[in-house]
């Protein structure tokens, strides 16, 4: 049943406190949120971002669709993890029809199906002023997704699309390197990680040769063959408009690494490239490494579980000794152990630029924590640091403790090792121990 909106709607202070509380993904329990939907369906509430995600509300996915239907101010609306339906979702993308203030469209996690993504690709076609859309995590089929997709060609607003974790065919890659490559569509944000592309992450790495808009691309997860890799490699020769490229868990092999390296000398706008989840440092990957080395706009680089092991972490050693540009550098489960630790340290001396690096869960042990304070202490640029859950000892932890405080270091995880808690205190006073802010 519900309820008239009550007076309190009427008062400038509630409204206030309820706006600041909504805007900022305040604490609203049901019945607020019941008044707040039936406020702003009267008239009397007028919140430019209403975010509602993780609130439970399944059962309110139809007084959302008439609140932003019959009088809203919202630009921001974010209803991601409520499990609002596919009905509901069919109702507010009707709702939204001729909307012209609606921008932000998030709806993450929500058992949306076939209809209501038919729906959304039907108003891409009708409606140019949503200019973010996350459909992320969803129910619908790949023909469903396809749909979307073919209705981004045609859409001239649309600036961020998340279909991640939503199976998609390669006719839906098809639309998506159209829209990539004719030049009309103003995408900046796309993400299709674990959309089960396969061989349709080759089309979208052709789409990106000649594109001008994209900044963000997250192909993650989408079993891309060696052909794809080498495509997004020659594409990056020549795109020098992407900033963020995320291409991790893809079985990405040794025979791709030249062509990345390449394009990662030759490139000169990416600035965080995410490479985890890969096999590709099995044998050293020095053509990668080589690109490395010259790039010289790169400021971060993730390689975590890609089988950097002890004997061949050696070129990515001499690529960090001579790199100048890099600042955050991810590391995690690559098993380095002390031999190859003592690699990175002896790079580390000489190398000023890099401000985060993450060592977690490489077997570093007393040995290796002894080389990398030695390390540290000739190091002159790096600000946060991790080695959590490196089975570390008192016997390893006194020789980072004798080097601490090292300005600018500010922040030590040391999380998960074996060291008692008079060396944790000791070191404490020195710097923070937490987990570092790497991305």
Known sequence: IRRRPSADWQSSRAMAELTMRTSGSGNLDRVEIQDLLEGIRAGSF????LDLSCKYISDMGELVAEAVEVHSSIEVLDLSCNNIGDLNAQKLANALKDDKLVKVLRLKDN????????????????NETCTELDLSCNFASDYAADKVCESVVSNRGLQDLDLSYTRLTEAGAVF???ALSNGKVPLRKLN?????????????????????????????????????????????????????????DNMIKEDACV????????NCGLTCVDLSKNAMFRYGAVGLCVGIARNN??????LRECCILVGNVGPLAEALRTNTALERLDLAQNDLEEVGVELLAAALKSNQTLTCL????????DRGAELLAAALAENKGLVEVSIQDNHITDEG????DAVLPHPPLKVFDLARNKMTAAYLESISKAVEIRPPNFW
């Open 46 to 49: 007028h919140p430019t971002v």
């Open 397 to 400: 932890a006194k020789f980072l």
């Open 111 to 126: 058992a949306i199906c076939d209809g209501g993504f038919c729906r959304f690709a039907e108003l891409l076609l009708e």
């Open 297 to 302: 706009t790169m400021k971060s680089l993730i």
């Open 259 to 266: 062509g990345l390296g390449l394009a990662f000398e030759g």
């Open 358 to 365: 993450n060592l977690t869960f490489n077997n570093l042990r």
């Open 176 to 178: 998506l390197a159209r």
């Open 192 to 248: 299709v990680s674990y959309t089960m592309l396969g061989k349709g992450t080759v089309l979208l790495a052709e789409g990106l040769t000649t594109n001008e808009t994209l900044l963000e691309l997250d192909m993650s997860g989408n079993c891309m063959c060696s052909e794809a890799a080498e495509k997004v490699g020659a594409a990056l020769i020549h795109n020098t408009t992407l900033r963020t490229l995320k291409i991790a």
